[in-house]
């Protein structure tokens, strides 16, 4: 198979660490016919991140939100403040996460592990919508 290459595009989402897994998935239909290769996923954005964590349990994401709000609180004093008070933050987090994911892809489905999803993080209020660059590779 050749490279394939398409930018999926996410809904707004409020602050938080949001399951997009499936979203990702059901947005590369030639996934399915792969059963080797790798999908890399590239976010087009500063304020927010990409990661892979804990899918089954709803409290993992509420603590990853407060823990990194801690590590990069908002009353901090910035220089950067022209875009309100939790762009600065945001950029911090994004930083600290990154804001790219390469995944390996076996028999159509990405190898994740039992209890691993792939999350958008948001970290602004109200960061819009989003873009992620995903890119193909494999046979």
């Given amino acids: 198979m050749p ?19 499936r ?3 059901d947005a590369l239909p030639e996934l399915a016919g792969m059963s080797v290769g790798i999908l890399h996923l590239f976010l087009q954005h500063t ?8 899918n089954a349990d709803p409290d993992v994401p509420l603590d990853l939100e407060s823990s990194l709000s801690a590590i990069a609180p908002e009353d901090f004093p910035h220089r ?15 930083s600290l996460l990154g804001c790219s994911l390469s995944v ?21 209020n109200h960061g819009g919508r989003r873009r992620v660059v995903a890119t193909l590779w494999g046979e």
């Fill in 104 to 124: 390996p892809i076996q028999n159509g489905c990405p190898c994740l592990g039992t209890w691993q999803g792939i999350y958008l993080c948001e970290h602004r």
């Fill in 3 to 21: 490279w394939s290459q398409r930018t999926v595009q996410l809904a707004a989402r409020p602050r938080g660490f949001h399951l997009i897994t």
């Fill in 47 to 54: 304020s927010a991140a990409l990661t892979i964590n804990e």
């Fill in 23 to 25: 979203e990702v998935v």
């Fill in 80 to 94: 950067h403040t022209c875009e309100g008070p939790d762009d600065m933050p945001a950029h911090v987090k994004s």
